[in-house]
């Protein structure tokens, strides 16, 4: 019998903040999202984060670590007249978020504006999203990865898809509209499940052929349009693995922007200790296995796996922290512990 959904732990935004400032804040942000005049009065004075074909700008810092240069409006106007741009497609910049002072944060895309200039005049550099996600701290990641996910929307869903007419965004960049059929387009995420499956004392890691070499992952998988989410997690863990879930426990949640947007929910679930056999669909996974509790812990310690000399990692390890598929990894070795 399936278990009920249970929160395992308490994200820092449950507890931290005063709901007062917390709700204003939304209140603002749900304005501007909705309402095109106050987001041109807000995009006045927000920050702005400049990206080159969907690649984030990043500063190296004087503190040795990187960061998410914060441009205001003006600034990013006077560039694009000093480059030979068009100061007013500063206009065409994406409504992200809000800082917990009220300041609208946005992303915009550089264009066809030569990369190393926009690079010189910014004192920093334009970074693959995947190295990006590596290299920064904190709550930039995601907020790197939620404004390039919008920015890729945008440059994909230029017409509607019923009429072919174009779609006309407002002005925060939350729909697309066709005026021609009146159809709203909103911003899509697929929802994926992510599970780390055990069997009490184990637990089972498996990695796609495209994965980088030694990198075994939780296991993950679409849901399919109608089903529940426990629904997709048995289905997927059956057809992947041959094995059949006993029990789930909800972990956490993730925005993932790889390759497109993805809505990724992160569960646990257990299969009985006496029916462990894997059988792998060879279609979508190389290899899955069973990993002991000291192999697991190992893997975590290993921020970047040496290489041999063509580049290839040479040991088994596990996806980054960045990544929830670790968080998971990180729960379940922490479990074991609690356990013993
Ligand atoms: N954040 C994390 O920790 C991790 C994230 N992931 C992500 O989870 C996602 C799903 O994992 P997979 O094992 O690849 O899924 P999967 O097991 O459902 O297999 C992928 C196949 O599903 C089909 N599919 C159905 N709906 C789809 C949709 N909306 N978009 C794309 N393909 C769809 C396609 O045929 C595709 O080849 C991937 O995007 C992957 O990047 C995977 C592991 C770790
Ligand atoms: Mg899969």
Same mark, same amino acid.
């Given at each position: 019998?399936?278990?009920?959904?249970?929160?395992?732990?308490?994200? !820092?935004?449950?507890?931290?903040?005063?709901?007062?400032?917390?709700?204003?804040?939304?209140?603002?942000?749900? !304005?501007? !999202? =909705?309402?095109?005049?106050?987001?041109?009065?807000?995009?006045?004075?927000?920050? /702005?984060?400049?990206?080159? !074909?969907?690649?984030?700008?990043?500063?190296? *810092?004087?503190?040795?670590?990187?960061?998410?240069?914060?441009?205001?409006?003006?600034?990013?106007?006077? $560039?694009?007249?000093?480059?030979?741009?068009?100061?007013?497609?500063?206009?065409?910049?994406? @409504? /992200?978020?809000?800082?917990?002072?009220?300041?609208?944060?946005? %992303?915009?895309?550089?264009?066809? $504006?030569?990369? &190393? &200039?926009?690079? =010189?005049?910014?004192?920093?550099?334009?970074?693959?999203?995947?190295?990006?996600?590596?290299?920064?701290?904190?709550?930039? #990641?995601?907020?790197?990865?939620?404004?390039? #996910?919008?920015?890729?929307?945008?440059? *994909?869903?230029?017409?509607? %898809?019923?009429?072919?007419?174009?779609?006309?965004?407002?002005?925060?960049?939350?729909?697309?509209?066709?005026?021609?059929?009146? $159809?709203?387009?909103?911003?899509?995420?697929?929802?994926?499940?992510?599970?780390?499956?055990?069997?009490?004392?184990?637990?089972?890691?498996?990695?796609?052929?495209?994965?980088?070499?030694?990198?075994?992952? #939780?296991?993950?998988?679409?849901?399919?349009?109608?089903?529940?989410?426990?629904?997709? @997690?048995?289905?997927?863990? #059956?057809?992947?693995?041959? @094995?059949?879930?006993?029990?789930?426990?909800?972990?956490?949640?993730?925005?993932?922007?790889?390759?497109?947007?993805?809505?990724?929910?992160?569960?646990?679930?257990?299969?009985?200790?006496?029916?462990?056999?894997?059988?792998?669909?060879?279609?979508?996974?190389?290899?899955?296995?069973?990993?002991?509790?000291?192999?697991?812990?190992?893997?975590?310690?290993?921020?970047?796996?040496?290489?041999?000399?063509?580049?290839?990692? *040479?040991?088994?390890?596990?996806?980054?922290?960045? &990544? /929830?598929?670790?968080?998971? $990894?990180?729960?379940?070795?922490?479990?074991?512990?609690?356990?013993?």
């Amino acid at each position: 019998m399936l278990q009920p959904l249970r929160i395992l732990f308490r994200p !820092k935004w449950m507890v931290s903040r005063s709901s007062a400032s917390y709700v204003s804040r939304m209140r603002h942000l749900n !304005k501007i !999202k =909705e309402e095109d005049e106050a987001c041109r009065a807000a995009l006045q004075s927000g920050n /702005i984060f400049l990206y080159h !074909k969907l690649a984030p700008l990043l500063r190296w *810092t004087d503190s040795g670590i990187y960061q998410l240069p914060a441009l205001q409006t003006k600034d990013v106007e006077e $560039i694009l007249e000093k480059l030979g741009g068009d100061k007013e497609m500063v206009k065409e910049s994406i @409504l /992200i978020n809000c800082t917990e002072q009220n300041e609208a944060q946005f %992303s915009f895309d550089v264009g066809a $504006i030569d990369q &190393a &200039a926009v690079e =010189e005049q910014c004192r920093g550099t334009f970074v693959d999203l995947r190295k990006a996600f590596f290299l920064l701290r904190g709550s930039e #990641a995601p907020l790197v990865a939620r404004g390039q #996910a919008l920015l890729r929307w945008h440059q *994909t869903n230029g017409f509607c %898809s019923s009429t072919g007419q174009p779609t006309q965004r407002n002005q925060s960049g939350s729909q697309r509209v066709c005026h021609s059929s009146g $159809i709203t387009y909103y911003p899509k995420m697929s929802p994926v499940v992510i599970v780390l499956v055990s069997d009490g004392k184990r637990c089972l890691l498996g990695r796609q052929s495209t994965f980088p070499r030694g990198m075994y992952s #939780a296991l993950a998988g679409f849901c399919d349009i109608g089903e529940t989410m426990e629904e997709a @997690l048995r289905r997927e863990i #059956a057809e992947e693995v041959g @094995l059949e879930v006993e029990s789930i426990q909800y972990s956490g949640s993730q925005h993932w922007p790889f390759p497109q947007s993805s809505f990724m929910v992160a569960c646990h679930a257990t299969v009985n200790p006496d029916k462990t056999h894997v059988s792998v669909d060879k279609e979508e996974l190389e290899d899955a296995r069973w990993f002991s509790l000291e192999e697991v812990q190992e893997a975590l310690t290993i921020k970047v796996p040496p290489r041999n000399n063509k580049g290839e990692p *040479t040991v088994f390890w596990v996806p980054p922290s960045y &990544a /929830i598929a670790n968080r998971l $990894i990180q729960e379940w070795a922490n479990q074991q512990h609690l356990k013993s």
